[in-house]
């Protein structure tokens, strides 16, 4: 098997299995880039922030996946490698 696809195997198995209940910062997630076009890869969360509030000082430091996941482009997510996110492209780990 090519190493993408056993990657990727690994990475559906994560997702299978039970998740946390919150997502915070500093943990890793699963981040499918381009609008959810790319490959799923893994990614450390570096910042959360609501759409409403974004280009101020105001994040999230914690919040329910539940909540989250609600509403399509509501959070944006920084990541560890300069990326970020909308919070439909983010999955738990």
Same mark, same amino acid.
């Given at each position: 098997? *090519?190493?993408?696809?056993?990657? #990727?195997?690994? #990475?559906?198995?994560? *997702?299978?299995?039970?998740?946390?209940?919150? #997502?915070?910062?500093?943990?890793?997630?699963?981040?499918?880039?381009?609008?959810?076009?790319? @490959? @799923?890869?893994? +990614?450390?969360?570096?910042?959360? =922030?609501?759409?409403?509030?974004?280009?101020?000082?105001?994040?999230?430091?914690?919040?329910?996946?539940?909540?989250? =996941?609600?509403?399509?482009?509501?959070?944006?997510?920084? *990541?560890?490698?300069?990326?970020? +996110?909308?919070?439909? =492209?983010?999955? @738990?780990?």
């Amino acid at each position: 098997m *090519l190493e993408f696809e056993t990657e #990727l195997s690994n #990475l559906m198995s994560i *997702l299978e299995d039970d998740h946390k209940e919150y #997502l915070e910062v500093n943990d890793d997630v699963v981040h499918k880039g381009a609008w959810g076009s790319e @490959p @799923p890869r893994v +990614a450390r969360v570096t910042g959360i =922030q609501r759409m409403k509030d974004e280009g101020t000082n105001k994040y999230i430091n914690k919040i329910s996946w539940k909540s989250f =996941q609600a509403n399509e482009r509501e959070y944006v997510v920084d *990541l560890h490698d300069n990326k970020w +996110a909308y919070n439909y =492209q983010i999955s @738990p780990v």
